[in-house]
């Protein structure tokens, strides 16, 4: 049983419908900027309920959607096709597609080098992966955002681990915990997995939230 498959239900049912409204933390502006339009299929891995279907499919691609989660994967499937699968096992043959994203879900992946080399397996040379995550120096266990005029950073940041920490109970850390890992270990794990880094947007005001990367298979 995969983790979300406990909040599923409250995850689109109350957690997306109370979030702010609009793009308050820059995902979809990231997604516009750094994947852009396009055409031919795009997988999204750690699709969830399938929340980014849309905008995907509004620049031009074909969403299609991978999730550990049968719970998210009861919504996701009214949003685009689905697979249920591994994101570090991916039922894909080698170089078949130009597009990958993994958008909101890195923290969710107990080993997201692992996940990075399976994108670039399955990514044709020159194709593209657009990363959406929480941002590392701003956003884990260790940072309080109750005031968001003043993120309060304590001890914690360099240790890269899995925890339910959060500043606040009505998020999903609490609910099912996170993996935090710190700025060069991320960046590091693309360049391992044989990406070359292109661009970079962080979102989220007046301190980021988000930090996003577009890559490209070598």
Known sequence: MAAYDEIADWYETEFLPNSTPGDP???????GALLGPGRGPVLELGCGTGVHAGQLAGLGWTPLGVDLSTG?????????????GDATRLPVRDAA???????????DMPDYPAVLREAARILRP???????????AFCGGFAD????AAVVIRPG????????DSWTTQGVRNRVGATHYPLPALLGSFLAAGFALRD??????????????????S
């Open 72 to 84: 998210m994967l009861t919504y996701a499937k009214e949003r685009l096709p689905v697979a249920q």
């Open 25 to 31: 933390i820059g995902i979809r502006a990231a997604i």
């Open 200 to 217: 970079f947007h962080e979102g989220g005001a007046p301190v980021p939230t988000t930090l996003s990367i577009r890559a490209v298979r």
């Open 157 to 164: 940041y360099v240790d890269g681990h899995w925890t339910k």
């Open 97 to 107: 597609l130009g597009a990958v994203v993994a958008i909101m879900v890195h923290t």
């Open 126 to 136: 020159g194709g593209t992966f657009v990363h959406v995550g929480v941002h590392p």
């Open 145 to 148: 955002r109750s005031d968001p």
